[in-house]
């Protein structure tokens, strides 16, 4: 089954090939076909730009299966600001949740934040992305395993709540920032 499937992979790479060379003459045949592809191009290149700069808006992706799993899409590339947009993103959630009344089993409180990625179309032996995660549950087994732990890389923070040790009238959070995998730093939040 591999052998067939690496035959098709490698007639399409040749596919690709000859047409990319068959665009390539297109675009070089005379001076206006080029000045209009490149022109063409730079259009292109501007519109995605100005999109990426002014109209993506970072987003909290809640998983349908995990419910303590929240995926952040097109995060704040300042990652000063990105922590402090989980902080505040954690302690509205908590009063939400929380409003006047103690939460039995404080300790099972617990979010966890990735960085939203999504592979390209079908990949057959490739990741598939933390998006992937949104829908399904983890896959240990079978061709292709898919678990969080393969993107640890992308673990932006987590946080677990608790009753605080002196105060038992108030809950003490962990929230702990990760930069490529490793903990950044450790915040305690003093929730009333």
Known sequence: MEIIILALLILLLVV???LGYKLLRFMFKSK???VVTLSAC???VLVVGVNHIFFKKMQF???KVYPDLYLIKNPLENRNGLDISIKEFVLEHVDQRLGNQKVEGASNYIFRFYKYSKSWGINLFADAGTAYFLENEEDLGGFVVEELSMYSDFLLATFQMDLCENDQD????KLIFFKKGEVSRTEILVIP
């Open 16 to 18: 690709l090939v000859f």
């Open 61 to 63: 992706i809640q998983s």
């Open 32 to 34: 206006g076909h080029t």
């Open 42 to 44: 730079g259009l292109v």
């Open 170 to 173: 108030l809950y003490c959070g």
